[in-house]
């Protein structure tokens, strides 16, 4: 296939939707001779956080000299954003040809009686295939939904790492805080050391679910802390330290105060690793961060008006985005291009985000789970509320109602930010 018949391809697996489950999974990578084996990996998954800390670990282990790969989702322009190695993305013709590859193995599963595997199932297939085909030493891999019975659990990791868990997916991985954490408990290995962020009952889940699989546990707050302490050439200082894993000064080159916490994820998990791996170096850990970037995440586009980008696609990432906006435009009224999922919890994203000074512009994520303009603007209460035909004219009418002098902030989901990059950027 070419590289735009493998995008009409997996646009065509988008009708089988969302289905966890291990089986299909287990059996396609078992019929490539388990690709998922022939590399050492990281599993992240969390509510809120878990992009950002992929990527800083990804960036710290390219920096310690180790040929690394990252696997993250959703993308935000093109799929070949998801199959990283050592910070530069999969070629189109290399993308092209490892879905096909993987394609071969779909049609053989479906001769067997499986069920049809969905698009995620086979770009993780694939992704594990290239990973192994251009002979990376370890992967970063970012879970895509929950953890359990997510795709991506087919690896045995080196490091298990829960950012946090906070309500979202309910209709997946159920109503609860310690239901979801189950699932994202569920990457917990045997033996394998767990690092994570989670407190409350969610933090009692993976505890419990770490003692029976005799995982040791690195909890943040207990085990390790971060502290923040200003700026320094456009980055965020922070400190470090643990009594188990050592004491560090470190340079974070992404905005947002929430990044002191992934930035605490990633430097513990490092340090973990590097109980057996000497490659990976109190040097090559601050090198990692200071060089570390992950588009669309508090990214702050200069300009008149400032525009902010966030996914901010659950009510807690939506808190800490709202947090960061007022902390460092102390004062201001918001502009927002806002568009949501139909499925997320549109109601809390919109209470934590929105005040009612603010604007706000409401635009459709491209996505056919994406909830219109119209539906999310009629539970916004703000100041002014209109719907706009696309992503661009959203854009440009936030950047006309907010002035040159105001701030724009185009949030709601990572759907979203591919596009509008495109349009801002362009």
Known sequence: MTYEETMDYLVSLTKFGISLGMERISRLVELMQHPERRFKSI???GSNGKGSTTAM????????????????????DDYPERMIVNGKQIAREEFAQA??????????????????????????AAAFYYFAAVGVEYV?????????????????????????????????????????????????????????????????VITRTAVEKQAKVYTYGREFSNSYHGMMDGRQKISFQSSTLGNIDAQVNLLGFHQVDNSAMAIATALVLA????????????????????????????GKPIIVIDGAHNPDGARVLRK????????????????????????????ELIKPNDTVVTV??????????????????????EAAASIDAGIERAKELAGPEGIVCVAGSLYLIGEARQVIYK
């Open 275 to 302: 109980q057996k791996d000497k490659r990976i170096t109190f040097d090559a850990i601050q090198k990692g961060l200071r060089t570390v970037t992950w588009p669309g995440r508090f990214e702050l586009v200069a």
């Open 43 to 45: 599993h992240v998954t």
């Open 364 to 385: 459709q994520p491209l996505s056919y789970r994406a909830a219109t303009p119209e539906e999310i603007a009629q539970v916004i209460e703000a100041k002014h509320v």
């Open 99 to 124: 879905i096909n590859y993987t394609r071969k193995f779909v049609e053989q599963m479906l001769t067997e009686g499986y069920e049809h595997p969905t698009e995620f199932e086979i770009l993780t």
């Open 140 to 204: 970063v891999v970012e879970v895509g939904l929950g953890g359990l019975l997510d795709s991506t659990n087919v690896i045995v990791p080196e490091v298990s790492v829960v950012t946090n868990v906070t309500l979202e997916h309910t209709d997946r991985c159920g109503g609860t805080v310690a239901e979801i954490a189950t699932h994202k408990a569920g990457i917990i290995k045997e033996g394998i050391p767990v690092v994570t962020g989670a407190g409350g009952a969610a933090l009692d």
């Open 324 to 351: 960061n906006l007022d902390e460092v435009f102390p004062g201001k009224n918001i502009t927002f291009a806002l568009g949501i999922l139909r499925d997320k919890d549109v109601t809390g994203i919109i209470r």
């Open 57 to 76: 670990l990804a960036a710290i282990m390219t920096a310690s000299g180790i040929k690394t790969g990252m696997y993250t989702s959703p993308h935000l």
